[in-house]
């Protein structure tokens, strides 16, 4: 099986960026706390465009994507996500190189 990657560029709304990184932050926490297939789930904020995220996953397997996207929790944040976001995030999806 391969390694997959994602990058998910994400738009905040202005002024609501403590909102996003408050929410996307629990989000983490349980991701890493619950699903051993994914290696990295964590993100970043723009030095140039402070209202810009971008995260960076990577998953053992695509089974583990796709249970990461069925969880509750990340369901559950969807909404809240959503609220803060300045339209539909890119989302790029990668084989890892071996």
Do not use: W
Not at 59 to 76: I, M, N, P, V
């Amino acid at each position: 099986m391969s390694v997959i990657g994602v990058v998910a560029t994400l738009k905040v709304q202005a002024g609501k960026e403590a909102e996003f990184e408050k929410v996307f932050g629990e989000l983490r926490s349980k991701v890493k706390a619950n699903e051993k297939g994914c290696l990295q789930y964590d993100f970043f904020k723009s030095k140039s465009e402070p209202s810009t995220f971008v995260v960076m996953e990577q998953y053992a397997s695509q089974a583990d994507l796709d249970a990461h996207g069925k969880t509750e929790y990340f369901r559950a944040a969807g909404p809240a996500l959503g609220a803060v976001l300045g339209g539909a995030p890119t989302l790029l999806f990668l084989d890892k190189v071996e």
